[in-house]
């Protein structure tokens, strides 16, 4: 960021049937992030189920890989039992690693192309997994949250500095 202005490519994306930039999107999260974290505590957790649901029931019905395991907390016709949890396997790394080709990158519409992220496969092999554009703006808004509760001037120049170790993978 420079000048405050994101010189990152701004595509467009299909949001409630309308095309609409990238940027307008981020920014658009980024106002409901700064409003939610002011909602009282029951509508924080009423609208986090409703997002759960509706995340659960994608990949319910989408991701082979998951199909089996969210079947304790998804019934065949997507009602979702959040007192089951504890019947969900828990997902570690050896089952994403084993679970190659049983994946979906089918998205909900309105969130853009699938993109991949590699580990450097410091454990022995590396593991890809697949998110939405759509996530990818959410993660940027909430950093850009994030910077807000700190002050940062985002009409200076900013230099974000991450050290690389050997030995950190």
């Not at 554009?133 to 949250?145: D, F, K, M, P, S």
């Amino acid at each position: 960021t420079s000048g405050g202005r994101n010189h990152e490519r701004c595509h467009t994306v299909e949001r409630r049937g309308a095309m609409v930039s990238s940027l307008d999107t981020q920014q658009e999260l980024f106002t409901i992030f700064l409003e939610s974290q002011y909602w009282p505590r029951g509508q924080i957790e009423e609208h986090q189920q409703k997002r759960l649901e509706r995340l659960l029931r994608h990949a319910y019905e989408h991701v082979p890989f998951h199909h089996d395991r969210l079947s304790a907390v998804v019934d065949a016709f997507g009602k979702v039992d959040q007192t089951r949890w504890n019947d969900v396997p828990l997902l570690s790394r050896a089952d994403l690693m084993q679970a190659t080709g049983t994946t979906s990158r089918a998205l909900p519409p309105g969130h853009g192309q699938p993109t991949s992220s590699t580990t450097s496969g410091s454990t022995g092999a590396p593991l890809t997994v697949w998110s939405s554009g759509y996530a990818n703006l959410a993660t940027v808004a909430v950093l850009h949250r994030c910077q807000n509760w700190h002050g940062v001037d985002w009409s200076r120049d900013l230099l974000f500095w991450t050290e690389e170790r050997p030995d950190s993978g």
